[in-house]
């Protein structure tokens, strides 16, 4: 049976300069582990480097328990402020057949202090009759943007 394409949206408020944030997403993914110790344990570089789009990155993390792993290629867009993270293997994909999160962050227009982060998630389920977990993995990357923005300004001297 064929699959079901979805999407679904959420906005996150930031209290950190929004450019620090993207800064974060965009080549600086390695802090991300320091800034959220118990969702994020590991991210390693497979292919091309920190600050590369096209570069392939293993995610190590806990979600619901469990430990899961999320292999991704990164495309950045810089005029929009947008990070493309996705999903080349892990176990997102035993869920479904495409899995791709787009974190796009806009600064307060009245202010360098704070911003919005749109986070969108694109799928297509393996079978339209299978559990769709997607509520759970948008609100994993929803309580990770909250840890980044929260952790993040006691940290930006020493990240950035």
Known sequence: MAGFVGKVEKEIELKTPAEKFYN??????????????????????????????????LWKYNIGGKVETFKEK???DDE???????AVG?????????????FKVTPKADSNQGGLVKLTLDYE????????????????????????????????????
């Open 24 to 57: 974060i997403l965009k080549g600086q993914c390695h802090h991300i582990p320091n800034l959220t110790t118990d969702k994020i344990h590991t991210i390693d570089v497979h292919e091309g480097d920190w600050e590369t789009p096209g570069s392939v990155k």
């Open 125 to 160: 389920k393996r079978d339209v009759n299978d559990h769709d977990p997607i509520d759970n993995y948008m609100d994993f990357l929803v309580k990770l943007v909250e840890d980044i923005d929260t952790q993040l300004p006691a940290k930006l001297d020493l990240i950035i």
């Open 90 to 102: 892990g176990h997102v994909l035993d869920h479904f057949k495409s899995y791709k999160g787009t």
């Open 80 to 86: 929009n402020k947008a990070v493309i993270f996705t």
């Open 74 to 76: 990164v495309d950045v």
